[in-house]
């Protein structure tokens, strides 16, 4: 008897790469996730039209139109998300920073991933930054969600080399085939285990 599939939405706020690498990968039978909802704070984000055309529902909640009142946008998200049966989060490029309240809400039951080796380089521009530091590596970290930004506990790494010559953008199209294959690892780690 197989476990029941655990019913996850992604948030993103653009094309979602890595949604559509957790996405493909919950194509084989015994992936834990059931990919039901992706999410995002920008209605033209190129990732919703993907997920409908792959038969996910979307939900696109416009955090323009609540001005400065992060929390009452995610309030009126995390209404959708409980409306729906969601069971855990993973977000993958969403580009909002949350408020206590909401990580308070899924505490536990929502991961990140983030282009650096945490603990270093949180915030914006991390393969630039790694560069510059003269790193030998760079990479990607999978974290638990709390209230600091890309501040949780880090739930898996993976490393890629700095090359001589090396460029931000080139640097970032490495690691994110690596990203690619962790998140989904990873996500079906945690599920397994739950």
């Known amino acids: 008897m197989t476990s029941p599939k655990t019913k996850t939405a992604i948030f993103i706020s653009g094309r979602g790469s890595n949604m559509v690498a957790l996405v493909e990968a919950s194509k084989a039978a015994d992936f834990p ?16 039209e993907w997920a409908a055309s792959q038969g996910i529902d979307t939900l696109a909640v416009d955090h323009k139109t609540y001005g400065k009142d992060r929390e009452a946008h995610e309030r009126a998200i995390d209404a ?18 949350l408020t206590p309240w909401l990580v308070e809400q899924w505490s536990g ?18 393969h630039e930054r790694a560069i510059e ?14 209230p600091g ?3 949780g506990d880090v739930i898996a790494q993976a490393r890629v080399p700095i090359l001589d010559g090396d460029t931000p953008d080139a640097l970032a ?13 990873t996500v079906r780690q945690i599920l397994t285990k739950k």
């Open 173 to 185: 199209a490495r690691v994110l085939k690596e990203e690619h294959k962790l998140y989904a690892a």
């Open 149 to 151: 930004v890309d501040d």
């Open 33 to 48: 996730a059931d990919f039901a909802l992706v999410v995002s704070n920008d209605p033209t984000a190129a990732g919703l």
């Open 133 to 146: 530091a003269g790193d030998a590596e760079g990479g990607c970290s999978i974290h638990w969600v709390s």
């Open 80 to 97: 959708e998300l409980r409306a729906r049966g969601i069971e855990f989060i993973c977000l993958a490029g969403y580009m909002r920073i």
């Open 109 to 126: 039951k929502m991961i990140n991933i983030h282009p650096s080796l945490l603990p270093k380089y949180k915030g914006l521009h991390t």
